[in-house]
T-cell receptor, first 114, second 113 residues
Framework: DAGVIQSPRHEVTEMGQEVTLRCKPISGHNSLFWYRQTMMRGLELLIYFNNNVPIDDSGMPEDRFSAKMPNASFSTLKIQPSEPRDSAVYFC????????????FGEGSWLTVV | DAKTTQPPSMDCAEGRAANLPCNHSTISGNEYVYWYRQIHSQGPQYIIHGLKNNETNEMASLIITEDRKSSTLILPHATLRDTAVYYCIVRSAGGTSYGKLTFGQGTILTVHP
């Protein structure tokens, strides 16, 4: 069974450019999460969706960040315009809502903004 | 959610049991104890969870004290591949925060030959 699939795995971009990170959750899972990890702040929840609907986006740092989930098998996290302080590892995770807090993470997208 | 306290780092010899403690003295009755780990350069990985009874699966055992104020994750035969950061998280299984995990600093477990 394929796990959570993220792309790209690594991206280096220039400040001001738009960045789009993609996620395919585990088939059948109905909750999806975007986390960000930095050395300074650790792992932070940015946003999560239940049944494709955003439930809590209080962790999204600012308007430059947006996330969508057009269907049950795909989500994007977009940063526009990107800034050097956005450099981090971005993790997507999914779960079957009925399973509570057992969440499965992808391998992450390593973003560097120069 | 209840706050957890873990030692910042621990060492363990390969093949021996690794016992990772976690204090959660403010845990409430409907909160579960979850353990995740993160191996370098990978996403966090679910290990085990429990409410009040001890639990065991193919990866580990979870021992929760009778008063539920602390717990211990046991890796019975640690291998070098178990070197990782281990996170203890206390979380309710319902309410508006359902499914949201707050990761602390965790315990860096180093398994050495």
């Amino acid at each position: 069974d394929a796990g959570v699939i993220q792309s790209p795995r690594h991206e280096v971009t220039e400040m001001g450019q738009e960045v789009t990170l993609r996620c395919k959750p585990i088939s059948g899972h109905n909750s999806l999460f975007w986390y960000r990890q930095t050395m300074m702040r650790g792992l932070e929840l940015l946003i999560y969706f239940n049944n494709n609907v955003p439930i809590d986006d209080s962790g999204m740092p600012e308007d430059r960040f947006s996330a969508k989930m057009p269907n049950a098998s795909f989500s994007t996290l977009k940063i526009q315009p990107s800034e050097p302080r956005d450099s981090a590892v971005y993790f997507c995770a999914s779960r079957l809502q009925e399973s509570g807090n057992t969440i499965y993470f992808g391998e992450g997208s390593w973003l560097t903004v120069v | 959610d209840a706050k957890t306290t873990q030692p910042p780092s621990m060492d363990c010899a390969e093949g021996r049991a690794a016992n990772l403690p976690c204090n959660h003295s403010t845990i409430s009755g409907n909160e579960y104890v979850y353990w995740y780990r993160q191996i370098h350069s990978q996403g966090p990985q679910y290990i085990i969870h429990g409410l009040k009874n001890n639990e065991t699966n193919e990866m580990a055992s979870l021992i929760i004290t009778e008063d539920r104020k602390s717990s211990t994750l046991i890796l019975p035969h640690a291998t070098l591949r178990d070197t990782a950061v281990y996170y203890c998280i206390v979380r309710s299984a319902g309410g508006t925060s359902y499914g949201k995990l707050t990761f602390g600093q965790g315990t860096i477990l180093t398994v050495h030959p």
